[in-house]
């Protein structure tokens, strides 16, 4: 059907900027909207971001509103996500999603996720 590989995880700094890819593959004109969650260790899945077809509607969740940017290459099959500013609270595994049911930040309504990749802040 759809599958999403993460790539552009690390070790940062606090302050420093990351951009994470994931590159779609199979039937990805089904895997629309695409966005991305994080979890951090102990935590549920949480929502960063998600943007449509053509990248005119986009959510962000305020944890990350302001520092980080969502956008996506439809001719490559990939979503980006750059994060600047990033802070120690934004370390998680960052997992790609697609094609929602629903409400697009809620995580129950994806049926398509990555494996996800570490991005981890350090102070």
């Known amino acids: 059907q759809v599958q999403l590989v993460e790539s552009g995880g690390g070790l940062v700094q606090a302050g420093g900027s990351l951009r994470l890819s994931c590159a779609g593959s199979?039937?990805?004109?089904?895997?629309?909207?695409m966005g991305w969650f994080r979890q951090a260790p102990g935590k549920d899945p949480e929502f960063v971001a998600v943007?449509?077809?053509?990248?005119?509607?986009?959510f962000y969740s305020d944890s990350v509103k302001g520092r980080f940017v969502i956008s996506r290459d439809n001719a490559k099959n990939t979503v980006y996500l750059q994060m600047n500013s990033l802070k120690p609270e934004d370390t998680a595994v960052y997992s790609c999603?697609?094609?929602?049911?629903?409400?697009?930040?809620?995580?129950?309504?994806?049926?398509?996720w990555g494996q996800g990749t570490q991005v981890t802040v350090s102070s």
């Open positions: 943007i449509s077809w053509t990248g005119s509607t986009i």
């Open positions: 999603v697609a094609d929602p049911d629903g409400d697009w930040t809620a995580k129950g309504a994806y049926g398509y």
């Open positions: 199979g039937r990805t004109f089904s895997a629309d909207p």
